[in-house]
């Protein structure tokens, strides 16, 4: 099953927190499809560490570590799977 919609704002919407990633929803994509939701977790992940926050603005870093955090789960949780299903990205 190819990605619905931008591989980028799929990305994005993982590390906002409105979707994350499970074996069963890694189920229908093809070992393309997981390379291409990795690589743009990686860009979407690059573009986080590049924003420069206040050192008071407390919230603000929470927020961004919070988004690298979901991030670094998603990225987790897709590597679980290939190695379980013995696909190699």
């Excluded at 590390?15 to 929803?25: E, I, N, V, Y």
């Excluded at 407390?58 to 998603?74: E, G, Y």
């Excluded at 679980?80 to 013995?86: E, G, I, P, Q, S």
Aim: with cysteine; charged share 25%.
């Amino acid at each position: 099953m190819p990605i619905s919609g931008s591989p980028k704002k799929m990305a994005q919407d993982i590390a906002d927190g409105f979707m994350s990633l499970s074996p069963p929803l890694l189920r229908p994509y093809s070992p393309a499809d997981l390379k291409t939701i990795l690589a743009n977790l990686s860009v979407v992940a690059r573009d986080l560490r590049q924003e420069q926050i206040p050192a008071e603005d407390v919230m603000a870093t929470k927020a961004k570590n919070m988004k690298l955090i979901r991030i670094n789960q998603a990225e987790t949780v897709i590597r679980a799977w290939c190695k379980k299903k013995r696909i190699n990205l």
